[in-house]
């Protein structure tokens, strides 16, 4: 077999050490792909694939993409799940004979991404590492555009779940050996890149020396790592990967924040999709969730770091209670806040700069950018110093003013300097001596030359001589044809044009030699100066992160502050006794979309002893889901420290909501409605506490009447069971029966949508009300809907004889509740009231005996007497 040309010799073996990646081989002002790389390329890019002869009688596939777009083209692989390569030239072509040398630079993978055309600057960009070790999971988790690095250990799948959506990565790295289950579900929930590693990755003392090497520490214990055993290996296992893709320092990730998760209120992935709290559930858009209404942040940091605060509610009422007063200072000082939204807005990416700065990818406009933010702290830090509150001192003394940094910046870089840092004219005068006279020579070579064709336009009296430059043949002389004749003896012909002669002169070349090494060595000097300049910022990481890290928490209490007063929201009190009190409560995201429409507001009132748990019946439409979600969404709200859309709220800390609202079918896992339905019940009933709150909506819809009543009685029952788990609970059902519950259950108590009839038509009044709701009105539902009105006709006929042979009109559920015994729980610590629906087999046998009668053979009194006979049987 024929050998490859050198060329192509060094692109197969670059590729041999990057066999899973597409790989970006720089060929010029070109990224070239070959062979299955290009023939992937070209289908997922829909670029031409051609052809190049490799050295080998068959020609190699080809293709390629400018490298001045490339990151285009990147993004749309890394979006199909593909890896990217960057082979980039690592030598000067200039200082080399023969084949230039080649290396990979960095891997692209959708976790590792840097470019800021292609990210969410309002979304962090997360990687997450999994490891088990027998019951126990370790999660880690970074954004390498900021520098957050997060670490934590569950003990349950399902917990790894929750992280999972938390934190939405856009890419997860797992050990071969973890439990199947965990990836499989992942992979059916959510649209993320997953990677095996390979276990060498999680070597013990491997990652436990990479950690202290990256962070240039002894021992684990400064991290806060001593308790994290497994924290540590999935730690130094996310760590090594991020060395072999980055190929850099990653001197911006300073700081390692291990949590619990019990430190933040739960939020499981049914809940955060059921709520809508960074999108909605339909359409995934931004706009109709809550980080819509709640997001007025002047910032990318701050933008991002309030979507971290809705995904994690805090449970310490202090901290929540730090945020509160702030808030309300800021609500309430409309003049203080304005400023200092007005000074934040121009205020760059601190953090993601950072990020650049230590990929060696930040240019000299960022800086520029970096200078004008930093140039507003000083008025931001005269403000916040007079807020007379714990966390705005926090501020004040977290942010670092940066004077030294500016200062840096102010002396270095011009005003408007370009975006490139290879083409010169980046770097001030006064700031370096040897740029100072490079400048000069450059700038005076151009009046050289501008004094040179004035001096051989008047010796020759060739009045169209114009001496002119390109990068081919540098400076010459153009004389126009019809003045050949008057040409000098010493000028040397270099180029014939049409209607033109080029010439060159001894003169004009050592005056060239002058002026383009000058523009040569500035262009050198400055790059090399500016690199330098960037590589000084470098070293303020950890200041600059941290000014960084108070500006976003000061721009996120801001936008509470302004949204508090445009929304008329108002402060809660946070109590730890399990009392969630809301006057006139409304919902924020639905309220913000109707406009100027007049929200209904409603009441609620729960705590763990009689107002435990509210059934609430009424027709479909009605609002009812439209109030529960409001009350978990106050919740919510208040602790993560913003107001609250209610006239008074007095609210009680939930360590987790739980939500079952609305159901689909799965088909990728083959699950049907009631399926999914069933799913999230039972991880509700598995993991609430008493001190969670949970909202159900429709429970059993999907399945037969009597299977769906009786799962909606059970589950009520053992809610309601505070040996099990007698949480604060907002029911919504079709089922009257369960109206029943109350008095007869502990804690239970009814509540209805109030509706307006007006003849066979229903106006919904979206009041919450005290009682139990007698009908559904689901045929006025269907007639709103536009039903044709043959078929609503049809149907009231039809509901009026199906209710005739209902059994459960037939059934007293009444004296059922009256008579069933309460029954002993197993574990003994407190009784549980179960009461039975189907105990029913002496009624149904006198119901057999009514039918079999033959009324017509039987006399009167034969008749009274067996009516008689009927009736103390029923009473037992």
Not at 90 to 113: L, S
């Amino acid at each position: 077999m024929a050998k490859l040309t050198p060329m192509m010799q060094q692109y197969m073996d670059l590729k041999g050490k990057y066999k899973d990646c597409i790989l970006f081989f720089r060929l010029g002002d070109f990224y070239e792909m070959f062979f299955e790389d290009a023939i992937t390329a070209s289908r997922e890019l829909e670029i031409t694939l051609t052809k190049r002869d490799c050295g080998q009688e068959e020609k190699a596939p080809m293709c390629g993409v400018p490298h001045h777009s490339a990151e285009t083209y990147i993004n749309k692989l890394l979006e199909k799940g593909y890896k990217v390569a960057i082979g980039e030239q690592v030598e000067d072509p200039k200082e080399v004979k023969g084949i230039v040398k080649r290396d990979v630079v960095r891997v692209v993978t959708p976790g590792t991404n840097i470019n800021p055309n292609t990210l969410d600057e309002k979304k962090n960009n997360y990687l997450m590492c999994l490891y088990q070790q027998e019951e126990t999971y370790g999660v880690a988790t970074v954004d390498i555009t900021t520098g957050d690095f997060y670490v934590t250990q569950v003990d349950q799948e399902k917990k790894v779940l929750d992280e999972v959506a938390k934190f939405m990565p856009s890419e997860i790295l797992y050990e071969e050996n973890i439990t199947v289950d965990v990836i499989t579900t992942i992979k059916e929930r959510y649209p993320v890149v997953i990677n095996a590693l390979e276990d060498w990755y999680f070597d013990s003392s491997m990652c436990e020396q990479k950690i202290k090497d990256h962070f240039n520490v002894h021992n684990l214990d400064g991290l806060g790592l001593k308790e994290y055993n497994i924290g540590t290996m999935v730690t130094g296992a996310l760590l090594q990967y991020l060395y072999e893709m980055q190929k850099n320092s990653l001197k911006h990730i300073t700081t390692l924040y291990p949590y619990t998760t019990e430190s933040y209120m739960m939020l499981d992935s049914f809940t955060r999709r059921n709520l809508e709290l960074v999108e909605t559930l339909r359409d995934k858009q931004r706009v109709g969730s809550l980080i819509h209404v709640l997001d007025k942040t002047k910032t990318a940091m701050g933008a991002r770091l309030l979507r971290k605060w809705i995904e994690q509610p805090l449970l310490d009422i202090e901290s929540i209670n730090h945020r509160l007063n702030t808030v309300e200072i800021l609500k309430n000082q409309p003049l203080l806040r304005e400023e200092l939204r007005e000074l934040l807005q121009p205020v760059y990416d601190l953090e993601r700069l950072m990020g650049r700065i230590s990929y060696q990818t930040a240019n000299p406009r960022d800086l520029i950018a970096f200078k004008q933010s930093i140039e507003v702290l000083p008025a931001i830090e005269q403000l916040i110093k007079e807020v007379d509150e714990q966390l705005c001192h926090t501020i004040y003394k977290e942010m670092d003013l940066l004077e030294d940094v500016k200062d840096l910046i102010e002396a270095s870089i011009i005003e408007d300097p370009p975006i490139t840092i290879k083409e010169g004219h980046i770097i001030k005068l006064g700031y370096n001596e040897g740029v100072d006279t490079l400048r000069k020579a450059t700038t005076q070579g151009k009046q050289w030359i501008a004094q040179l064709e004035a001096k051989e336009k008047e010796k020759t009296n060739i009045k169209s001589l114009k001496i002119k430059f390109n990068k081919v043949f540098g400076y010459y002389i153009e004389v126009t044809k019809s003045y050949l004749d008057l040409v000098p003896e010493d000028y040397v012909r270099k180029q014939t044009l049409a209607n033109a002669e080029r010439y060159i002169t001894p003169e004009l070349k050592e005056m060239e030699d002058t002026i383009l090494g000058a523009e040569e060595k500035v262009v050198a000097l400055e790059y090399d100066l500016f690199v330098k300049v960037r590589d000084r910022i470098g070293k303020e990481v950890k200041r600059i992160k941290k000014t960084a890290k108070a500006i976003a928490t000061l721009d996120v209490l801001l936008s509470y502050g302004y949204v508090a007063e445009r929304q008329n929201y108002v402060k809660p009190v946070i109590n730890d006794e399990g009392i969630i009190d809301i006057k006139e409560g409304r919902h924020p995201v639905v309220e913000k979309m109707i406009n100027n429409e007049m929200f209904i507001t409603n009441e609620t009132y729960l705590d763990n002893a009689e107002q435990r748990i509210s059934i609430i019946t009424g027709p479909n439409m009605a609002g009812k889901s439209t109030y529960m979600r409001q009350v978990a969404l106050i919740v919510l709200m208040a602790q993560i420290g913003s107001f609250v859309p209610a006239n008074e709220a007095n609210i009680g800390i939930v360590d987790r909501i739980f939500t079952r609202v609305g159901a689909s079918d799965d088909l990728a896992s083959g699950q049907s409605t009631f399926m999914v339905e069933m799913t999230e019940v039972a991880n509700i009933l598995r993991n609430a506490t008493k001190n969670s709150l949970i909202i159900l909506d429709e429970i059993g819809r999907g399945t037969s009447t009597f299977d769906g009543l009786s799962i909606a009685w059970s589950v009520v029952e053992y809610i309601s069971n505070p040996s099990k788990i007698g949480a604060k609970t907002l029911f919504a059902t079709h089922y009257h029966e369960l109206t029943e519950l109350e008095g007869k259950i502990d804690g239970v108590n009814n509540y209805c949508i109030a509706v307006k009839e007006q003849g066979d038509d229903i106006i919904f009044l979206r009041k919450i009300i005290k009682g139990g709701a007698d009908q559904s009105y689901g045929i006025q539902v269907a007639k709103l809907a536009g039903v044709p009105n043959e078929v609503i006709l049809r149907a009231k006929d039809l509901v009026n004889e199906l209710a005739q042979s209902d059994i459960t009109k037939k059934i007293d559920v009444g004296t059922l509740l009256d008579n069933e015994a309460e029954k002993q729980t197993q574990e003994e610590v407190a009784p549980t009231k179960q009461i039975s629906l189907f105990e029913e087999i002496e009624t149904h046998n006198i119901i057999k005996e009514l039918e079999q009668i033959k009324i017509l053979e039987i006399t009167p009194m034969e008749a009274f007497n067996k009516l008689y006979e009927l009736q103390k049987k029923l009473k037992g």
